[in-house]
C-alpha cells in the first residue's frame, strides 16, 4: 500500500509555478520532484510533484527508472548532477530519456538532498536549450537549495497530516528522547505521549516508533 500523493495541493503547485517561472530565465520549462516510496524499497521512487502537470508521464518514467537511483547514491558522485540528455551516448539508454526529448526538452540539472538508510530527495530541472558550461547548472542547483525548505514542507504535508503536537513527539523521539523524557519537554504525561506517537504510527502506517520515525524522514516531516 502506498501513501497517497495529492497533485491537486495548491501549495505544493503554486510553489513549483513561482520557481519555474523563475528560472525561466535560465532556461528551466519544466521541474521534477522525486522521493522515496516510504512502503517498497531503497530504488522505488514516487513522483511527489511536477510542473507543468502535463509531463506526469515522462516524470513517472523518470522515477521508475534505474538512473539516479541507490546504486548511484551510493557511489561517490557529487549531490549535483548536470546532464545532456540528447547526446548519443545515451539514445540506448531509458524509455524516460526518449520521452523528455519528445517534448522538447535537451538538458537537465539534477539536486539530491539525502536520508537516512540511503535515500533521498531528486530535483531535476528540465531545459529545451544546452547549457554552456557548468556555472549555468550551478545557478539551478543554488536555486534548488534556496527552494527547497519550503517545496519539501508543502509536500509533506500534502503527504501525511500529523498535529502539531504528534509531529512533536515524533521529533523527540528522532532526537533520541524516551517517552518520559518527552513527556517532560511536551509538559504532558507520558501516556499523552504514547496516545499522540500511536496516532502518528497509524497516520503512518507503521507498528512501532522507530519504523515511523524512519519513515516520518523519508516523507519530509522531520
Known sequence: MTLPVNFDSVGVDAILAD???????Q??????????????????????????????????????????GASWRES??????????????????????????AHGHQTLVRVAFSLPAGRAFECFMFSPRAFADRSEAAVLAW?????????????????????????????LAFEGLTARETAQRMDCSERTVNYHLANAMAKLQTDNKLAAVQRACWIGLI
Not at 522525486?34 to 516524470?59: F, I
Open 76 to 101: 561517490d558522485a557529487p549531490l549535483v548532477a548536470w546532464q545532456d540528455i540528447s547526446k548519443s551516448a545515451f539514445e540506448q539508454s531509458g524509455r524516460w530519456r526518449r520521452l523528455w526529448l
Open 143 to 171: 536555486s534548488a537549495y534556496n527552494v527547497w525548505p519550503m517545496l519539501r514542507r508543502a509536500i509533506a504535508e500534502q503527504r501525511v497530516s500529523l498535529s502539531p503536537r504528534e509531529l512533536e513527539s515524533l521529533n
Open 27 to 68: 532556461g528551466v520549462e519544466a521541474v521534477v520532484v522525486l522521493g522515496p516510496n516510504p512502503m517498497a524499497g531503497s530504488d522505488e521512487r514516487d513522483v511527489l510533484a511536477v510542473h507543468p502537470p502535463r509531463l506526469l508521464g515522462p516524470a513517472t518514467a523518470l522515477a521508475e527508472s534505474q538512473d539516479f
Open 19 to 25: 520557481w519555474v517561472c523563475a528560472l525561466q530565465e
